[in-house]
């Protein structure tokens, strides 16, 4: 709904950070940004990444490592971006190997950080078997929503730590 743009190995993944962070009314994060700065208009947006999908079928190494390198640099602006509090989750909606050159039943990675949030895993690398170990383990996708939320109240609604409250003079 935000931005057409091509599904392939040319999309602009920053330009779909950007049309995220106007969305959340964070404009001032967007070079010539042109909307109001500070009108919120969503709170949860997807952000689709098809070339890394693409590369997996034209069993493409070289260009999956591009896709996710892109990806990558876009998503720190997003997180350098949004302020603290705000929930993230990373992941695929299927796994293609380039191996394959198709979909398989694999496992994918999925990771969920909350911006400001202390806790964290012992999970170092995003890949299919280093996520497996971390703290949300392996669940069925329709799960997914329920964790990211959980994640999400956690931060916003737990119980203020012993230390603010012995600060707080």
């Not at 909307?35 to 260009?63: N, P, Q, T, Y």
């Not at 694999?106 to 170092?124: L, Q």
Request: hydrophobic share 35%; net charge negative.
């Amino acid at each position: 709904r935000l931005l057409e743009q091509r599904g392939d190995y040319q999309t602009n993944v920053n330009a779909k950070v950007d049309a995220a962070l106007r969305e959340f009314g964070l404009a001032g994060a967007v070079d010539g940004a042109t909307r109001e700065e500070g009108m919120v208009r969503s709170v949860f947006a997807v952000i689709h990444v098809k070339g890394v999908d693409d590369a997996g079928h034209d069993r493409s190494l070289e260009k999956k490592l591009m896709m996710l390198q892109r990806c990558g640099e876009a998503l720190q602006r997003l997180w350098t971006a949004l302020p603290d509090g705000s929930t993230v989750a990373i992941l695929s909606d299927h796994s293609t190997p380039v191996s394959i050159g198709d979909h398989s039943c694999e496992p994918v990675p999925v990771s969920v950080a909350t911006k400001g949030c202390g806790f964290h895993d012992d999970v170092e690398h995003y890949s299919e078997v280093e996520c497996g170990y971390g703290a949300l383990g392996r669940f069925r996708g329709e799960e997914l929503l329920g964790i990211v939320k959980r994640a999400h109240y956690w931060y916003h609604y737990r119980a203020p730590r012993e230390s603010s409250l012995t600060s707080e003079g």
